[in-house]
């Protein structure tokens, strides 16, 4: 696993509001400290997404150019289930996609992230022949966004709970050239990863079954639960069973600093500015 990278900058930002428009998340980005954000595309229950503005996106870009933000990640609504039993949910999840990464191209080269999506009871391998049908059917050779598929800690009949699960729906995937995963340190601990006593050999394991070239983002939370949960509850950063000794290795890992960090922690802004200034103290060698 030898594939560290040069003293990167530290990319750090949290989940912010689309309420606003573009601009106003970037503004409040600086604010807090962050380099870089996360948003909903639309109402995380659903629905329609609020109209492109130009003249918020072009002022959206001169700001992130001069204030050095980026990259985004845009996240997908938790009703868009693409492998979901009934047809007219696949259809309304794959219409949502379609429509996101239309969107996401008025920022290019930015990334999507999505929940794989739960069988209900189809069993996983249809589940995983749903998801990659539809992602198919939605990324184009044109298109620039990266789209990443988010590690599940497994609750229910999710899908996306093991790396293999994961790897099993990219390699079914036509267009690969935009596609990768974004990896969720609540989520993989609750799902039997344990990064607390061996994180050296969890990331081994993804770069055996997936490759570390393909990891784009990193989700990080601190969890609720114990190990091997699978119920997906985040904790603010350092209260949680992960700990800060633990979120620190995941910062300051050889094949990891590179990457940008999003937190998603139970925070409203104070909190998320408080979270953001601790970790900048965490990481070292910058």
């Given amino acids: 696993m030898n594939k560290e990278k040069k003293s990167p900058e530290f990319r750090i930002g949290c989940h912010l509001s689309i309420a606003n428009g573009y601009l106003s998340m970037a503004k409040t980005a600086v604010e807090i400290g962050a380099n870089v954000f996360q948003f909903f595309t639309r109402n995380p229950r659903g629905g329609a997404a609020k109209p492109i503005d130009p003249d918020d996106i072009a002022a959206f870009l001169a700001y992130s150019q001069e ?43 930015n990334m999507y992230n999505l929940h ?42 999710e899908i996306g709970r093991t790396f293999e699960e994961l790897k099993a729906i990219m390699d079914r995937i036509k267009i690969r050239d935009r596609l990768g995963v974004c990896l969720d340190t609540c989520h993989i601990f609750d799902a039997g990863y344990d ?66 960090f999003y937190l998603e922690t139970p925070n409203e802004l104070p909190g998320y500015a408080r979270e953001i200034a601790l970790l900048k103290t965490e990481r070292t060698g910058i």
């Fill in 116 to 157: 794989p999506g739960s069988h209900v009871q189809q069993g996983v391998e249809k589940g995983i022949e749903l998801i990659a049908d539809a992602l198919n059917t939605a990324i184009t050779n044109d298109q620039t966004t990266w789209v990443l598929l988010e590690t599940m800690a497994g609750k229910g009949t």
């Fill in 67 to 109: 204030n050095d933000i980026g990259p985004i990640l845009a996240h997908a609504p938790y009703t868009m289930n693409l492998c979901a039993a009934e047809e007219r949910i696949r259809d309304f999840a794959l219409n949502t996609m379609m429509d996101d990464l239309y969107r996401m191209e008025y920022t290019p080269g």
């Fill in 195 to 260: 990064i607390v006593n061996d994180l050296d050999g969890v990331l081994e394991h993804f770069d055996k079954i997936i490759g570390l070239d393909k990891l784009k983002a990193i989700h990080l939370n601190d969890t609720k639960n114990p190990f091997k949960s699978h119920k997906d509850r985040h904790e603010t950063i350092g209260n949680g069973y992960l700990g800060i000794e633990t979120l620190r290795k995941v910062i300051n890992h050889p094949v990891l600093r590179h990457l940008p």
